[in-house]
């Protein structure tokens, strides 16, 4: 009877990893979230009494630079687990801070953004537009900052040297995330933003 090792206990019998297989499952759920605020900010965008409304407030250029920014820390989080395949934990380190940074660079847009519509007058319990506004994005970037804390705490994992044997999956799992926080983030500027004229 052969030994199983330790790394064999991470994956299910058709294969996949365990952790990988939990955060697909954890996507999966977090879709049908982010759908059902979606659905909800579609319904309530236009049904205010009382402004502002969108088309009076939204600032689609410094959303746009926050969007690029966003999506760029998409390619660095490839990068970084490029690198940590290939054991090159230096440019992982460089890559995962760039991601967390990008992540930070994001959230920071968004409070600049948040601070803008509160001087406009646009509150969560002032309109329904306010309320299904501030409910979708400030879900999402609560998820940005889970984000930006889970790539800082895989960044001093290595430099402590926890990343040696299992780091390439943890990044993998991690880089999953990240990629599913972009990709519900163009659906929500496309949605929010792009179809403010609508």
């Not at 977090?30 to 909800?40: N, Q, Y």
């Not at 319990?125 to 994005?137: D, I, K, R, Y």
């Not at 800082?152 to 299992?166: H, I, M, W």
């Amino acid at each position: 009877m052969s030994e199983v090792t330790q790394d064999e206990h991470h994956y299910t019998s058709l294969g996949v990893n365990t952790r990988k297989l939990g955060m697909w499952i954890l996507i999966a759920s977090e879709c049908m979230l982010f759908g059902t605020l979606i659905i909800t900010y579609l319904i309530f965008r236009n049904a205010s009494t009382v402004g502002p409304h969108p088309a009076e407030i939204m600032n689609i250029p410094v959303t746009t630079i926050s969007t690029f920014v966003l999506l760029m820390s998409s390619f660095s989080i490839v990068l970084a687990l490029h690198a940590i395949q290939n054991g090159n934990m230096r440019q992982f380190r460089v890559w995962i801070l760039v991601t967390a940074f990008g992540g930070l660079g994001f959230l920071g847009f968004q409070t600049y953004e948040f601070t803008e519509f509160i001087h406009a007058g646009l509150g969560l319990s002032v309109n329904v537009f306010g309320g299904s506004f501030f409910m979708l994005t400030g879900t999402h970037g609560t998820h940005v900052a889970v984000g930006v804390i889970w790539l800082f705490s895989l960044f001093f994992a290595s430099l402590r040297g926890r990343l040696v044997e299992d780091g390439a999956i943890k990044v993998d799992t991690m880089a999953l995330y990240w990629h599913f926080v972009d990709v519900i983030w163009i659906v929500i500027f496309t949605v929010v933003y792009l179809f403010v004229f609508v």
